[in-house]
């Protein structure tokens, strides 16, 4: 049986997922071969010139090697993982496949529709490489590298025991690329969903100061759900994350117009991600943490919309 503890791993997306994986993956690998990141922010060619010292810095003191470009990333490594953002999910399998060889891997954990994914397929596969989709079906950060993840493809079943040799919950859920992001995409609709609602509805609550009503009447109907404490959680996972939500609610309109349905929830909950998103970049939110109450929020919310239009 083949040590996969010898294997080169590198991890394209200096996020908060790529961080994740490249620091809890760090250690199960060889120590000599080292684990690789690439973002753009490491490129030595990155505009911001304070951004990109910071972002080596942070990979030196987690102890991983950051390459220069794409190219060197993928150089001599056995695995590539692409954390990306939903909207650069092609843009970084067709810039791996000008450099992939044959027999290399590359898993794509990015929130992006079965027909993107099965685009990102065509152009690895034809390199003589082995594309595996992934499904990550819960927030990252909790979990860590445990994280649940669905794979798909020819070599989700031999990946899922490489990713689970690490430490990883990953399951092989088809040979068919796309099943597994369809899965995460319609879950994606209803949980991302469901906080675009929380934001809207408790929001609106606070302002006619009916919240208590209303939430009696949630507890009611759904008595398993702590609608106060979810509440909370749903806000600050908008407000720290709307940016990416809202790519990732883009490509699950994309999921559905695939079907030939026209996407009018996904496309409604992308804008109010969005605009979350926007609005925290501007400061509406500004010293309110994920540990805070639901109110904190709305409150913040409420008093930006009563400021008079300029």
């Known amino acids: 049986m083949e040590d996969f503890s010898k294997w080169r791993i590198g991890v394209i997306g200096f996020g908060e997922v790529g961080k994740t994986f490249a620091k809890g993956w760090r250690d199960q690998v060889n120590p000599h071969s080292g684990m690789k990141v690439w973002d753009l922010k490491l490129s030595a060619d990155f505009d911001n010139a304070k951004a990109h010292q910071e972002e080596l810095a942070k990979a030196k003191d987690m102890g991983v090697l950051s390459a220069n470009n794409c190219a060197a990333l993928v150089d001599g490594v056995n695995l590539i ?10 843009a970084v399998a067709k810039e791996v496949s000008q450099t992939i060889k044959p027999g290399q891997f590359f898993i794509d954990l990015n929130s992006a529709s079965p027909g993107t994914k099965q685009a990102c397929a065509a152009l690895i596969d034809a390199k003589g490489a082995f594309y595996v989709e992934a499904g990550v079906m819960t927030s990252v950060p909790p979990y860590g590298i445990k994280v649940p993840m669905l794979l798909g493809g020819v070599k989700a079943e031999f990946l899922a025991g490489v990713i689970q040799s690490y430490g990883g919950d990953a399951k092989a859920v088809s040979e068919k690329l796309g099943v597994a992001s369809a899965i995460k995409m319609c879950r994606s609709i209803m949980i ?33 759900i702590d ?9 600050s996972r908008v407000v720290q994350h709307g940016k990416r939500r809202a790519e990732e609610m883009r490509e699950s309109a994309v999921t559905v117009a695939e079907t030939g349905a026209s996407p009018f929830m996904a496309q409604a ?23 805070s109450a639901w109110q904190a929020y709305a409150d913040a919310l409420i008093s930006h919309l009563d400021k008079p239009l300029k």
Request: charged share 15%; proline share 1%.
């Open 227 to 235: 609608w106060v404490e979810q509440g909370a959680y749903l806000f």
């Open 269 to 291: 909950i992308a804008e109010k991600q969005d605009w979350i998103s926007q609005l925290a970049m501007q400061g509406v939110f500004s010293g309110i943490d994920g540990q």
């Open 192 to 224: 991302k969903g469901l906080e675009a609602l929380v934001i809207e509805s408790y929001t609106t609550a606070r302002h006619y100061g009916v919240e208590q009503a209303m939430l009696a009447t949630l507890a009611e109907t759904m008595p398993g």
């Open 81 to 90: 993982v692409s954390c990306v953002t939903a909207s650069n999910t092609l």
